[in-house]
């Protein structure tokens, strides 16, 4: 009877195993995704993947466009004197009343100041009465105000100032009024 009570046992055990196996196994199948669950979790990945590469290539592409934009920079700044002499110049001449070379002289600052426009640079428009604005001007320094409204506001222009494309290079040079 003991044999007999051992084996029940033995049988008994082996069956809550197979049975406990079972449910572990039942668990892994439906753990395990399906075809269509795995497919759409890659497309998923894919169309992120896709969107993050297009994102890199207009970004790329940009600061590339902004990198040939601005590459000149420097050059432009250093050219902003020379056009400045020839402002200076224009006006001596014009003092002296002498046409032909008045005419000479306005001729070359023209064609060299339209070929540093062709390549983005653009005068600021400044004048005298404007509101005093510290992203575009430099105010050099304050005298009295000679009339009330030009109080904070611009009395006179000392030096133009220059954009290339949307970005300032120099500041327009600006007595204030206070």
Do not use: C, W
């Not at 759409?40 to 970004?59: G, P």
């Not at 005298?143 to 611009?154: C, F, M, V, W």
């Amino acid at each position: 009877m003991e044999n007999q009570d051992i084996n029940e046992e033995n049988i008994n055990q082996q069956e809550e195993v197979k049975v406990q196996e079972e449910k572990v196994s039942e668990e892994n199948v439906t753990a395990e995704p399906t075809a269509e669950e795995v497919l759409a979790q890659e497309k998923d990945r894919y169309i992120r993947l896709y969107a993050e590469f297009e994102n890199y290539k207009k970004r790329t592409s940009k600061e590339k466009m902004e990198y040939f934009q601005y590459a000149n920079q420097e050059m432009m700044v250093s050219m902003l004197g020379v056009l400045d002499d020839f402002e200076r110049a224009i006006k001596e001449i014009a003092k002296n009343e002498n046409a032909a070379e008045l005419q000479g002289v306005e001729l070359i600052y023209q064609k060299f100041k339209n070929k540093l426009t062709e390549k983005g640079l653009k005068a600021m428009e400044v004048r005298a009465g404007d509101s005093f604005n510290v992203d575009y001007h430099e105010a050099i320094t304050q005298i009295p105000a000679p009339s009330e409204d030009l109080k904070g506001k611009i009395v006179d222009v000392i030096e133009t100032g220059y954009t290339l494309g949307e970005k300032v290079i120099r500041f327009a040079k600006v007595v204030t009024g206070n």
